[in-house]
């Protein structure tokens, strides 16, 4: 009889305590402060991409041409990393000649989605040698 009782009590007990943690899903509760934030009306002026990198995929994908990409700098086709790599760092010698932040000058990635990621790894590592920190990434197309 005794662990009946036990039992009756353990099922009372969760029967009572289940239905208080039944929430939203995907409803966060927080208390943020009203009086601090963005002003309504002011939205945020978009950063200027100053180089862009674009890796694409060679059609047709399908054999030896699976491994092999296409990248452009700023639109202009270069024949490979090694050029990437050289213009990049002749673009920090002119920008380190204005005066302008290595640091804060933007280099965004954008790889299409056949390209392998032993590109987009070259292409990084190119921007870095070349002394930019500012490197963003775009989702594959």
Do not use: C
């Not at 969760?14 to 002003?39: C, R």
């Not at 673009?91 to 000649?97: P, S």
């Amino acid at each position: 009889m005794v662990p009946m009782i036990d039992v009756v009590f353990q099922l009372l007990l969760f029967l009572m305590i289940m239905p208080a943690t039944g929430e939203q899903e995907g409803y966060l509760p927080t208390n943020l402060p009203e009086n601090v934030g963005q002003t309504p009306g002011l939205v945020p002026k978009p950063v200027d991409i100053a180089f862009r990198i674009d890796l694409l995929h060679v059609e047709p994908y399908e054999g030896a041409n699976k491994s092999l990409a296409i990248v452009r700098l700023n639109q202009e086709e270069l024949p490979g990393n090694r050029e990437l790599r050289m213009r990049l760092r002749q673009a920090r010698a002119r920008l380190e000649a204005t005066g302008a932040d290595i640091g804060k000058t933007p280099v965004l990635i954008s790889p299409d989605m056949g390209v392998w990621y032993k590109h987009v790894v070259a292409a990084f590592d190119a921007s870095v040698d070349a002394g930019f920190k500012n490197i963003q990434f775009t989702i594959p197309k």
